[in-house]
């Protein structure tokens, strides 16, 4: 009967860790919905909208993403087995997310809502693919904004409720954006 008992244990427990191992336990939103070049490059007129609602009072959550899912195939796999994480929007981040307040998040806002800072999306780029490394997550008055930022293509996508938009970010944006977000990079391993 112990050694029954033992079994199931050791059972239960491999069957957590593959189901770990599976990936992100929890998921928000959804995956892309535009899908070709002509509908991301026309979801641009849709941007100022969505950053209008990203007020002074809104709240920031800063989601670290995982290592590129292509071009780090094995270190991405070996993190998501090995540390918590979330998929929103249908891409990978480390759990939990980092709130930010004051300075900062008035920094990032700033910058975010800077003219110029993004322009019309201007069609795939060959860097491997889009990639968000932060996810900002504003808790506004009017509802949540998410928006995903990709260094490697210099690419964002932003989620609010119905709408979405993909856009390219402006000359100076990625590294301003760089500057503010390095000091959240807390997980993400240096590429083998």
Not at 91 to 99: L, N
Not at 164 to 181: C, I, Q, W
Request: proline share 5%; with cysteine; aromatic share 8%.
């Amino acid at each position: 009967m112990r050694l029954i008992r033992i079994s199931f244990i050791l059972l239960a427990v491999c069957g957590l860790n593959l189901l770990h191992a599976a990936g992100p336990e929890k998921s928000v939103g959804h995956n892309s919905k535009l899908v070709s070049d002509k509908a991301r490059a026309n979801s641009f007129s849709s941007l100022e909208k969505i950053l209008q609602q990203i007020t002074d009072e809104a709240s920031l959550a800063i989601f670290e993403g995982l290592p590129h899912q292509d071009s780090q195939s094995k270190l991405y796999k070996r993190e998501l087995k090995s540390k918590p994480a979330v998929t929103r929007y249908g891409y990978s981040f480390y759990e939990p997310s980092v709130a930010v307040s004051g300075k900062e998040k008035d920094q990032l806002l700033k910058l975010l809502k800077k003219p110029g800072a993004f322009r019309k999306y201007g069609g795939r780029k060959f860097c491997g693919g889009f990639h968000p490394d932060y996810s900002l997550h504003w808790k506004t008055a009017s509802g949540e904004v998410e928006m995903h930022l990709c260094f490697g293509c210099h690419e964002m996508r932003v989620y609010s409720g119905d709408l979405e938009v993909h856009a390219d970010m402006g000359e100076s944006t990625p590294e301003a954006l760089k500057k503010l977000l390095n000091p959240f990079q807390n997980n993400r391993p240096i590429a083998e």
